[in-house]
């Protein structure tokens, strides 16, 4: 069976994919990574700096006769979103990826997200820069972090990293079109404090959703897969006054669409005729989502709590949640594309007791995610929450007549056989935060195939892998003056 460790022993690509899979590197945990990648850098000669975030640039000098040629820049960010399948005991910050190799598919094997968002992009920048074969004008990376929590790295880059003729942001997902625009948005949390009384006689019971694909929440909000907070509000709803709730949690990010959701309380009705109510609520819940054959409710006994949410509290709570707004508000026929949307993504309990309800708004109009973000505040406030908004990022719109798109299509005809579509992603591109600081730098963004992100149905398509490691060469090729 072929493994990540053969492909790396045919092409560079696959060499650094598989260092950067082999090494922790989930948000807020990069600095492994920046230190190899650093070391791989100065090992071929090229020129690494660093700034006060930890982001990195990488130079790469222009070759003898090309020093009149434009410079280059891939980006891509370093870190990726850690999300692993229910009961697993994966450790994000010690082990490597169980990447697996099915057919024409990298993958880990359902237990965790593969981190192909942005992985595929640092290893097809490194694979040019250290080509020495490669004779062009000067080349850079901008290697980003924390991109997935907020493109904070991104925010905190220095204005002279950004130096450069043409921007390639190898972040987008997909090799079936050119995105040269993109939305922005904004991470909204709502803080509830529960109210508490003693529990009432009966049963202990979790209450989990199960079955659910999750996905990311702008490339795949349109797809209506569900969203877990959501589904168990309406059955906790439902059952009333048999349930008591203590704990109410689940998701992990905002920018992810939550696919578990898990409630722990005191069921003073028996488990059995609960069990039958949530059967038939997810057959009926199933009817207005793009639900799998696998989604439903599972119950089971558990140590009950000693105290549970008052009666006002609960019912408060679970209408806030019911009624937040998430999935699409709007649709774009113009870009083809969803225009504004909000995913509700987390439920966390903080240090200091409080509920973390969080919601991430996107637009390509920044007035509307603007609009939507302050409705979010407005609700959670009428339900007695606090609220704060924070890490807020323009959308990106795209320049016409771009000589980066032309020499992009140019190499797309040669590869691929035919000219691409240009579109605009609903998600949160590093170009939208780069616009202000370099007006004039043009950009474009491509990448692999690399459906699911955000999930642990994530894959990486080979044979796309290779093709925009070509179509990269040629476009580097097109460029030169």
């Known amino acids: 069976m072929k493994t990540l460790h053969d492909l790396a022993k045919t092409k560079a690509v696959w060499r650094f994919f598989e260092l950067i899979c082999s090494t922790p590197h989930p948000s807020g945990h990069e600095e492994l990574l920046v230190q190899k990648l650093k070391a791989e ?173 999750g996905g990311h929440s702008g490339a795949d909000i349109h797809l209506n897969r569900g969203n877990a907070h959501k589904l168990l509000a309406k059955l906790l709803e439902r059952l009333g006054s048999s349930i008591a709730l203590s704990t109410l949690e689940g998701g992990s990010v905002v920018n992810a669409i939550a696919r578990e959701s898990v409630a722990v309380g005191i069921l003073t009705s028996s488990l059995e005729e609960a069990q039958k109510e949530a059967e038939l609520c997810a057959k009926e819940l199933s009817a207005t989502f793009n639900a799998s054959e696998g989604f439903g409710f599972k119950l089971c006994a558990c140590e009950a709590p000693a105290v549970v949410w008052n009666e006002k509290f609960q019912k408060d709570f679970l209408t806030m949640l019911d009624t937040l707004p998430d999935g699409v508000f709007e649709f774009s026929a113009e870009l083809d594309s969803v225009e504004t949307s909000c995913n509700v993504g987390v439920i966390a309990r903080t240090s200091d007791g409080k509920i973390k309800v969080g919601c991430h708004p996107r637009s390509f109009d920044d007035i509307k995610w603007q609009k939507v973000s302050d409705s979010n505040g407005e609700h959670f406030k009428k339900f007695g929450g606090e609220f704060e908004s924070q890490g807020p990022y323009p959308g990106w719109k795209f320049k016409s007549g771009s000589k980066l798109l032309e020499a992009g299509q140019t190499a797309a005809e040669k590869i691929f056989g035919k000219r691409l579509p240009v579109c605009a992603i609903h998600a949160g591109l590093e170009p939208g935060i780069f616009t202000p600081a370099a007006p004039n730098l043009e950009m474009l963004s491509f990448a692999p195939a690399a459906p699911n992100c955000h999930t642990t149905e994530e894959y990486l398509d080979i044979d796309s892998m290779e093709k925009v490691s070509c179509w990269l060469r040629e476009l580097v090729k097109g460029l030169q003056e």
């Open 41 to 213: 850098a100065e090992k071929a000669g090229l020129q690494v700096q660093l700034d006060d975030f930890g982001n990195m640039r990488i130079d790469r000098k222009a070759a003898p006769g090309f020093e009149r040629s434009p410079c280059i820049i891939f980006q891509a960010h370093l870190d990726m979103v850690p999300q692993k399948a229910p009961g697993s005991a994966f450790d994000f910050l010690k082990a490597p990826l169980p990447v697996q190799i099915t057919g024409n598919r990298l993958h880990c094997g359902g237990e965790t997200t593969l981190g192909a968002d942005d992985g595929t992009g640092v290893a097809l920048a490194m694979e040019l820069l250290t080509d020495q074969s490669l004779h062009c004008g000067a080349l850079a990376a901008i290697f980003t972090r924390e991109e997935e929590i907020g493109l904070n790295g991104a925010r905190a880059l220095p204005k002279e990293f950004l130096r450069g003729d043409y921007l390639l942001n190898l972040d987008s997902g997909c090799d079936d079109c050119f995105y040269a625009g993109c939305a922005g948005g904004v991470e909204d949390y709502g803080f509830f404090t529960p109210q508490y009384r003693p529990a009432p006689a009966g049963e202990g019971v979790k209450i989990e959703v199960l079955g659910l694909e």
